[in-house]
């Protein structure tokens, strides 16, 4: 069974960054995932990584996020650079022992993190 934490999140100006870590225990394979839900707003997917490191991103955040991960740490990250006002929210380390090609559907995931916020002013 995997487990996941999430750390990083924090209040930053706009134009700055910050860099979101997911700690992973157990499994950690098939499609990792971030998402983010804002007050009010569905939960979205913001980017994601397979077993063999390929990458997707939600059109909004393409060229300022990275998704990356280093199995021997077994340690999820996602870089974020130029951050504005919309991308505050709450942000979520997901898991799915398999491949998933819908991966913006947080139906595809099997373990969740607790969430970390991230704020950013104007």
């Known amino acids: 069974q995997v487990h996941l934490v999430e750390s990083g999140g924090g209040s930053v100006q706009a134009g700055g960054s910050l860099r979101l870590s997911c700690a992973a225990s157990?499994?950690?394979?098939?499609?990792m995932a971030w998402f983010r839900q804002a007050p009010g707003k569905e939960r979205e997917g913001v980017a994601h990584?397979?077993?063999?490191?390929?990458?997707k991103y939600t059109d909004s955040v393409k060229g300022r996020f990275t998704i990356s991960k280093d199995n021997a740490k077994n340690t999820l990250y996602l870089q974020m650079n130029s951050l504005s006002p919309e991308d505050t929210a709450m942000y979520y380390c997901?898991?799915?022992?398999?491949?998933?090609?819908?991966?913006?559907?947080?139906?595809?995931?099997?373990?969740w993190g607790q969430g970390t916020q991230v704020t950013v002013s104007s």
């Open positions: 997901a898991a799915s022992r398999w491949y998933r090609t819908a991966w913006s559907s947080a139906d595809e995931y099997e373990t």
């Open positions: 157990g499994y950690f394979g098939g499609s």
């Open positions: 990584i397979g077993n063999l490191g390929t990458t």
